[in-house]
């Protein structure tokens, strides 16, 4: 099956999901057990802005990076620039945090609630060039779901 066609398939089920739970570490939470497994990503999950840092939230996968500052590695940068980041090699981002050395491709999507942002969709892959245009726009069709 086609990205497209999955990620086509996976859109109402996120949506399902979320319909009228108002907790949203509950969202978060299921969102991103959700994208994992259906899309086989690496390493999926949230970080919640507090303050000037970006904090661990609900994920999936190994563990990760507890705190990112406003503006470091592809979280920081995608909250400070305020939108979608595709990294096709994160050895070529300046400022990448190695997390994992596993990590080879990711995607940061910001989260906004009322048009701040709150927190960002961080997704990895352990493939090279794993993003693309179709995740970004999907990805972004699913963020916009939380809040």
């Not at 919640?48 to 970006?54: A, F, I, N, Y």
């Amino acid at each position: 099956m086609k990205k497209r066609e999955k990620y086509e398939q996976l859109l109402p089920q996120a949506e399902a999901l979320v319909a009228g739970e108002p907790d949203v570490i509950a969202r978060m939470a299921n969102v991103a057990a959700l994208l994992h497994r259906e899309m086989g990503f690496w390493w999926t999950g949230f970080y919640r802005v507090e303050g000037d840092h970006l904090v661990l939230g609900p994920f999936q996968g190994p563990v990760a990076c507890t705190r990112i500052a406003r503006g470091r590695g592809v979280c920081g940068t995608s909250w400070k620039e305020e939108h979608t980041i595709v990294v096709p090699d994160v050895e070529q981002f300046p400022g990448h945090i190695a997390c994992s050395s596993e990590s080879r491709s990711e995607i940061v999507v910001p989260v906004r609630r009322d048009g701040a942002i709150v927190a960002v969709l961080d997704i990895d892959s352990r493939e090279l060039a794993t993003f693309d245009d179709t995740d970004r726009l999907y990805l972004e069709r699913i963020a916009a779901l939380i809040y």
